[in-house]
């Protein structure tokens, strides 16, 4: 047998065929459209289950890190204390090394000091006192001043003061002093 391929006659009108052609793209179009958001919408939707299961483990993580916060403050107070401890048993070491009895003079100084006088900074040396400090009036100074050289001698004078723009004068005495 002897096929031979015979052409087809197309009857239909042209505007009929580029009509269907048309709408077999358009639908192969929406079919393909539909089967990329399908394929699409799976890894989507496992994107947004792992993200919400992030946030509830965020959500139960940060409960426990409370606590923790509370104790890391704690801490840090604690070590901020121990530090100032340190520095103060080895101000008061050094000065027994010195030859000097500094809780003594510390009294002594804690007992001169004017109600308003806040001290900044205490230097004790062997025959030198050094004294800076804060106060709203300056009046306290020169109170302070006299009671410093009543007890430790007429070496320790004011080196100097200045109001300042907090509002507050800053003071300095300094000199030589008798430590008995």
Sequence with gaps: MNEHAVPRLNLLP???VLDRHRKRKVRAFFLFSLLAAAVLAVPAIRFHWEIAQLRLEKEALSGELAPLRALEAAR????????RTEKREAFLTQKREEGLNP??????????????????????????????????????????????????????RLKGWEKREDGRYHFELGGEARFK
């Design 103 to 156: 809780l003594s003079y510390l009294a002594t100084l804690e007992a001169l000091m004017p109600q308003g006088v806040t001290l900044t900074s205490l230097s004790l040396k062997k025959s030198v006192l050094s004294l800076a400090g804060v106060t709203l009036e300056p009046q306290e100074v020169t109170v302070l001043l006299a009671n410093v050289q009543a007890a430790f001698g007429p070496g320790v």
């Design 76 to 83: 840090q107070k604690l070590q901020a204390e121990v530090e």
């Design 14 to 16: 042209q505007a009929y």
